[in-house]
């Protein structure tokens, strides 16, 4: 269990990598039965989803485990008197988590999502690097699988049938954390992780930022430039609302109706 910081009406968890591993494998250890927790991660795009998608607010209210995944939400928690301890980005969790498994016991993972192909060459990777670490099943839903519910029928017989520990799940936000919520009661495993691009980087077909920009908070910038046509108007949107939202909680200001 982990204490809670309220920022921007998100309950975030007051944990560190560290104490977020920690929590993971208590829950693929434990004897009793705790269904599919859901951990979602926080950035500055969800903060400004969050606003007005309704589904995306229940997900976030549902989840078993809430990251800050962005370094603009630390500073923010810090200006805000609400410190959380560190950025924790969905992105290294996976592989801290795979880490954890080196010297002893196993991890059943599946990997649903990214392009056709790409789970199988992270799992091929995933093999040398972590070999405790199982892949025990890969699905890339076909494009516009969420419009069919006879699609999401699929994938939870793929994922029931192979029975992983966790799911990794890479449909990008805000997709990933609604159908997981919608579906969690209905997965068979321990833990659901909707973590955007991490299956691209498993694979390495997407490289992250530098050390240095991810360090200085520069990562968005290094995605950007990757994909300027998908993110520019996205990041100026964010631009332009989050810091209207860390003003309202500095002073108190009501939420506007839209
Ligand atoms: N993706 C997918 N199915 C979809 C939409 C996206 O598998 O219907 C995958 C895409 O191939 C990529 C990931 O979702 O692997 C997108 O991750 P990213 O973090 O870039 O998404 P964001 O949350 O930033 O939009």
Partial sequence: MSTKKQLFGIEIDNVDMQ??????????DEE????????????????????????LQDAYRNAGLVLADGHPIVWASRLLGQGLPERVAGSELVPALFDAYKEEGFLDVFLLGAAEGVGARAAEKMARQWPRVNV???????LGFEKKPEESEIILNKVNDAKPDVIVLGLGAPKQEIWANRFRQRLDAK???CVGATI?????????????????????FH???SNPKRLVKRYAKDAWVFPQLVLRQMFGWEKQSA
């Fill in 19 to 28: 104490g977020a591993v920690d929590i993971v494998r208590s829950w693929v």
């Fill in 32 to 55: 009793v039965d705790g269904g599919c927790r859901v951990v979602v991660t926080p950035n500055v795009d969800h903060t400004v989803l969050l606003e007005d998608n309704v589904e």
């Fill in 136 to 142: 025990v099943g890969v699905y890339s839903p076909p």
């Fill in 200 to 220: 691209d980087f498993l694979a390495g077909e997407q490289q992250r930022a530098p050390r240095w920009m991810q360090k200085v908070g520069l990562e968005w």
């Fill in 191 to 193: 833990a659901i992780f």
């Fill in 223 to 225: 995605r950007m430039c």
